[in-house]
């Protein structure tokens, strides 16, 4: 069994040869830029694959990647982010992802912290210019703070523009020897970093959750067994590839099982069920939203989703009439629910046969090796093989995180049932799940701080019937200022992705709090 994601590279272009590894229908950038597109897009064997990932990996040797280098990833769901991750961990580098739903400045912090030495960006997705967000962050931060972040821009030995700049980085590679990288492909430790996905903590400041590579594969390779994925699977992902579960459930997954990966870019309802038509997907992961949207789509009677068999799902309430419907309307044979975070990717999972009652109402049982106990009365502990080796830089927030006997302290809440399922019952860490992503109040706090005419804020989750819950930010406003909702509103947008964004702002002549000062959000989510 391979420990080393080269490694499983190099295995799956052995085992699984000329089977369909990728499949991208281009919806990304559409009129793929690529010599091998075709006009149903990209399409690579395991085979072309590992050819593939060997010559993004000398392009990345002849431009001067060192092993251990970050390199940094800031697109869409696409053919270029597989080939450009498993790229660089071939040459021995470690993956930073960056969200697309990240403002320049949100991209720029994590680039500077991580100190990314090569970067992939999207060219013109969805309208933006990445890398001229980036570039106009970096600008503010150097007049701000004398070059302290925006010199991350310059540590930047290597910018690809994707799809604009792939083909001639590609070429870069053609006078390195084959054998070079091999070399440093063998020379990857189970035990190295592998990536470092950055999360946000409940102070505000995100957080870089170190992985190892066989760490790192054996979440892969637990969540394949539990979802009994096999090479005759063609697997839609749609939960973000700079996303813990995106990456390991969804692309290491499909590398350790022959499954092929059709990736879509943004989720639209629509463009979904027309590719699990053409494409005959099987296996389906995502929040409980995205099964709702289509279950009340118009154009769902007139596409054939009988291929569909597993759905996964999690991040939020999952109604039981809501796996009810997704078994009859949907067809899938299978629909299970999950609990994980960016720390330990996926620490239990419901399993086949299990009735739809206990796949709502759990979050299944522990799997990938986890033990899973509650701690104080409510809060989660995890510990397991495939737990994070820590975080970035920072020693005292890895010690607080993870105990002296190897415990995980989730901050989340649940209780156990007799059988070993888990139940999530609240957040102890005062966070919300907003379609699917993590949202960290003190961090939109702290962005509320900034605008003028705020005295204090505080912001919290509240039920929405399509996202699972948004924010309602309650804000008191500075004496003489005549702040409006749609002024709060304009500035979090500039600076905040999108599903960080509040949904809803109330002006309070006060905020609620207990005897020592502490804000009291519990009476805050009672408002009417």
Known sequence: MELTIPGAVASAAREFG????????????????????????????YRELGERVTAVAAALVAEGVAPSDRVAIWAPNDCYWVLAALGALSAGGVLVPVSTRFTGPEALDVISRSGARALFVAGDFLGADRLAALRAAAAEADGADGGADGGALDRLGLVVRVPEDWAAFERRGASVPAAVVGERAEGIRPGDVSDIMF????????????????????????????????????????????????????????????ATLVPQAVFDAGQAMRLIEAEQITVFPGPPTIYATILDHPERGARDLSSLRLAVTGAADVPVALVERMRRDLGFEVVLTAYGLTEAVVATMCRPGDPAETVARTSGRAAAGFEVRIADGSEIL?????????????????????????????????????AGYLTITGRIKDMYICGGFNVYPAEVEQVLARLDGVAESAVVGVPDPRLGEVGQAFIVRRPGHALDAADVLAFCRERLANYKVPRRVEFLDTLPRNPSGKVLKRLLREEP
């Open 382 to 418: 995890l510990r397991g093989p495939n737990l994070m080796l820590g975080y970035l830089d920072d020693p005292d927030a890895t010690k607080a995180a993870v105990d002296a006997d190897g415990w995980l302290h989730t901050g989340d809440a649940g209780r156990l049932d007799a």
């Open 199 to 258: 999360t946000s903590g409940t102070t505000g400041r995100s957080k870089g959750a170190m992985t190892s590579h066989e760490r790192s594969l054996g979440v892969a390779r637990a969540w394949a067994d539990c979802a009994q994925l096999t090479r005759a699977d063609r697997y839609l992902v749609v939960n973000p590839l700079f996303h813990t579960f995106g990456l390991k459930a969804g692309l290491l997954a499909c590398l350790v099982s022959g």
């Open 18 to 45: 000329d089977a369909t590894a990728l499949a991208d229908p281009g919806l990304a950038y559409p009129g793929l830029a690529d010599p091998l597109a075709g006009p149903d897009g990209l399409r690579l064997s």
